[in-house]
């Protein structure tokens, strides 16, 4: 047995690991036989499980690999006929009655990666407390015997294969005014990053689609939608006279907006003018769950109309936990994850994608007039991320210094006027924050920064970066 067959260690969202060093086979029929164990006594067990996989290099092989193990525990699969969304595989597991849903993706990872995400029956994030019990339970498993193979479980029926692209478009179908969206004459660009994604919403519209098609090396890059990735898609709007540009990543959970000229919408103003018509024009009620690292833009806006905000450490598992417990309008993160209400308790790239086409069509203004209404009634709000890479001695006494750090102190050139700790450190000065927060998995500290009224944030990551040493 290989040395490699102990180091999976689950993330914020599910297990990663480089194909063939830490994600390999043996590994992966380990985590499926340690989830089985945990999950055989479920009330929904008897229903089964649901396993899905996207576009990556040997997902739909690793997908029947963990299936073989799970109804070699006499649990039923049903397996996706063909590669979908990760939010597909959340809605089979809601919808079908199932104890879990067991998604194949890295989701945004470069292309050497591939991971196992486990959805739970409401169709949200796996609670970290029932991870944490998978993870215990690996440790007695070291090696996996696959008694009866995919060809003889299908016979028997353990193994179902199921049609959960032709379930989700007829979700999409019942959930989202297609009449309205068509309307609205909206010339739509989309990109897919060669994701799950693909061929979804040129179903119901007539679109311009990029990265189509399965292409496993992302076209070397990652099928992440973050700004230096979407040059392609931006220069496209600019010369094509496009309404809106949508991107999903390798999973199609995250959404990115382009707007009519071309300019990035950054994820936090996605999430405000989603909120706004949500809130405006769709009349839903219910609290705003945002992550930790969330513009303020949010928080003034849920004051003005006496909307109940509650904030999470970041990671939208905390957001989705909240979202099957309470009334939640709408719950989202600071990298373009966002759940809906009357949807599920979980990111949804192509229904968020169609929504703002929907909302669109429902304003009769673009994107860029929405965003500057934002700006008018609140002021306008900037927003950087910057992932530093450094070494496990640097990241720790980058942490002790922001630990020393109070009130009063000078922190990236400004002055701190009050300090927050549910995830990192945040600190507050007269026109925005920063915070600074440690990667739990690898020596990298994510450092972010909002600034008010005038654009500053450049300038002061970069006075934090150089005060912690980094």
């Given at each position: 047995?290989?040395?490699?067959?102990?180091?999976?260690?689950?993330?914020?969202?599910?297990?990663?690991?480089?194909?063939?060093?830490?994600?390999?086979?043996?590994?992966?029929?380990?985590?499926?036989?340690?989830?089985?164990?945990?999950?055989?006594?479920?009330?929904?067990?008897?229903?089964?499980?649901?396993?899905?996989?996207?576009?990556?290099?040997?997902?739909?092989?690793?997908?029947?690999?963990?299936?073989?193990?799970?109804?070699?525990?006499?649990?039923?699969?049903?397996?996706?006929?063909?590669?979908?969304?990760?939010?597909?595989?959340?809605?089979?597991?809601?919808?079908?009655?199932?104890?879990?849903?067991?998604?194949?993706?890295?989701?945004?990872?470069?292309?050497?990666?591939?991971?196992?995400?486990?959805?739970?029956?409401?169709?949200?994030?796996?609670?970290?407390?029932?991870?944490?019990?998978?993870?215990?339970?690996?440790?007695?498993?070291?090696e996996v015997d696959v008694a009866k193979r995919l060809d003889e479980l299908l016979k028997e029926g353990m193994i179902e294969y199921y049609k959960g692209e032709d379930y989700y478009?007829?979700?999409?179908?019942?959930?989202?005014?297609?009449?309205?969206?068509?309307?609205?004459?909206?010339?739509?660009?989309?990109?897919?990053?060669?994701?799950?994604?693909?061929?979804?919403?040129?179903?119901?519209?007539?679109?311009?689609?990029?990265?189509?098609?399965?292409?496993?090396?992302?076209?070397?890059?990652?099928?992440?939608?973050?700004?230096?990735?979407?040059?392609?898609?931006?220069?496209?709007?600019?010369?094509?006279?496009?309404?809106?540009?949508?991107?999903?990543?390798?999973?199609?959970?995250?959404?990115?907006?382009?707007?009519?000229?071309?300019?990035?919408?950054?994820?936090?103003?996605?999430?405000?003018?989603?909120?706004?018509?949500?809130?405006?024009?769709?009349?839903?009620?219910?609290?705003?769950?945002?992550?930790?690292?969330?513009?303020?833009?949010?928080?003034?806006?849920?004051?003005?109309?006496?909307?109940?905000?509650?904030?999470?450490?970041?990671?939208?598992?905390?957001?989705?936990?909240?979202?099957?417990?309470?009334?939640?309008?709408?719950?989202?993160?600071?990298?373009?994850?966002?759940?809906?209400?009357?949807?599920?308790?979980?990111?949804?790239?192509?229904?968020?994608?169609?929504?703002?086409?929907?909302?669109?069509?429902?304003?009769?203004?673009?994107?860029?007039?929405?965003?500057?209404?934002?700006?008018?009634?609140?002021?306008?709000?900037?927003?950087?991320?910057?992932?530093?890479?450094?070494?496990?001695?640097?990241?720790?006494?980058?942490?002790?210094?922001?630990?020393?750090?109070?009130?009063?102190?000078?922190?990236?050139?400004?002055?701190?006027?009050?300090?927050?700790?549910?995830?990192?450190?945040?600190?507050?000065?007269?026109?925005?924050?920063?915070?600074?927060?440690?990667?739990?998995?690898?020596?990298?500290?994510?450092?972010?920064?909002?600034?008010?009224?005038?654009?500053?944030?450049?300038?002061?990551?970069?006075?934090?970066?150089?005060?912690?040493?980094?």
């Amino acid at each position: 047995m290989s040395n490699k067959t102990e180091p999976v260690k689950f993330g914020t969202d599910g297990w990663r690991g480089i194909i063939a060093d830490t994600y390999t086979y043996d590994n992966v029929r380990r985590v499926a036989l340690a989830t089985a164990k945990v999950f055989k006594d479920h009330p929904k067990t008897k229903t089964g499980f649901v396993i899905g996989y996207d576009t990556r290099f040997q997902s739909k092989q690793f997908a029947e690999a963990v299936a073989e193990v799970i109804a070699n525990q006499n649990i039923k699969v049903f397996l996706t006929d063909s590669f979908v969304t990760t939010p597909t595989v959340s809605l089979l597991a809601r919808d079908l009655k199932c104890a879990l849903g067991v998604m194949i993706t890295a989701s945004h990872n470069p292309a050497i990666y591939n991971g196992y995400k486990l959805k739970d029956e409401f169709g949200g994030s796996m609670d970290p407390d029932e991870i944490a019990k998978i993870e215990k339970e690996l440790e007695n498993i070291k090696e996996v015997d696959v008694a009866k193979r995919l060809d003889e479980l299908l016979k028997e029926g353990m193994i179902e294969y199921y049609k959960g692209e032709d379930y989700y478009l007829n979700y999409l179908k019942s959930r989202i005014d297609i009449e309205k969206i068509k309307s609205g004459n909206l010339k739509v660009i989309y990109d897919a990053m060669y994701g799950a994604g693909q061929n979804l919403i040129n179903r119901f519209v007539d679109i311009k689609q990029l990265h189509g098609e399965i292409n496993p090396s992302f076209g070397k890059s990652a099928p992440e939608p973050v700004q230096k990735n979407l040059s392609e898609i931006c220069g496209d709007i600019k010369n094509g006279n496009f309404n809106i540009g949508i991107v999903t990543d390798g999973d199609a959970d995250r959404i990115a907006i382009i707007d009519e000229k071309g300019d990035f919408l950054d994820a936090q103003k996605t999430f405000a003018i989603l909120l706004k018509y949500l809130f405006e024009k769709k009349k839903l009620t219910g609290k705003v769950v945002r992550g930790f690292s969330t513009s303020e833009l949010i928080k003034r806006y849920c004051e003005k109309n006496q909307i109940e905000l509650v904030t999470v450490p970041i990671g939208f598992k905390h957001i989705s936990k909240i979202m099957i417990t309470d009334d939640v309008l709408i719950g989202a993160e600071e990298s373009g994850g966002i759940g809906i209400k009357g949807h599920l308790p979980e990111r949804d790239g192509i229904y968020n994608g169609m929504l703002y086409m929907e909302l669109l069509a429902e304003y009769g203004k673009s994107i860029s007039e929405l965003k500057n209404e934002l700006d008018e009634e609140f002021g306008k709000y900037f927003y950087q991320r910057n992932d530093v890479r450094t070494t496990e001695e640097k990241k720790l006494k980058a942490l002790d210094r922001c630990k020393g750090m109070k009130v009063g102190d000078e922190f990236g050139g400004k002055k701190i006027i009050s300090i927050e700790t549910l995830d990192g450190f945040k600190f507050f000065f007269d026109n925005g924050w920063v915070i600074v927060r440690a990667s739990g998995t690898e020596p990298l500290l994510r450092i972010y920064c909002e600034t008010t009224g005038t654009d500053n944030t450049s300038e002061t990551l970069k006075k934090s970066i150089e005060q912690l040493e980094l």
